[in-house]
């Protein structure tokens, strides 16, 4: 995102096209070491496959767009050198989820959106049952958008995570 370098100072970026060969994407990464990769599941999971024995010393990776297995995540992870993160958002509402490094859940950002998870009849789900993810975004007064039906569904988890944070949080389906 280029034109965000006018407001923000972010340090160098490099954008590749995904069906870019993917051992063209691993023999840059091999040479530059960027400390930060940021890209759809499947096109980091095709990067990691290629990588294969060669020791990428990538620090961050960032996997948007797309869910990503935990099996995913490890290969990743591994292949990569990198510590892997995710984030559930959408194009409507921007980011609303962070998925948890300890329990793989997705503790959701309370600050930026009211999310409900509804069942068939549009009653809230109770803890431990999958429904419809529905949301309402809190950061833009000029077109707010209530109760937006993302299409996703997922399952409703409790507020008491492993990693001691007490956010509404919930798995994917």
Known sequence: WPQLSLFFQAGPAVAMSDVTQME???????EYQPSMLL???????????????????????LSISQQLPLPMEQLIAQNLSASVSENYGCNEIGL?????????RFHIHVEH???????DDDSPCAEGESGRLVVTGLNNPAMPLLRYDTGDYARRLGHRCECGRTLPSFDPL
């Open 96 to 104: 609303i989820a962070s998925r948890c490094p300890v329990s793989h």
């Open 39 to 61: 890209g759809m599941a499947a096109v980091l999971e095709c990067i990691a496959l290629a990588a294969g024995d060669k020791l990428l010393a990538v620090d961050r990776v």
């Open 24 to 30: 063209v994407i691993v023999d840059w990464l091999g």
């Open 113 to 119: 959106a009211l999310v409900e998870i509804l069942n």
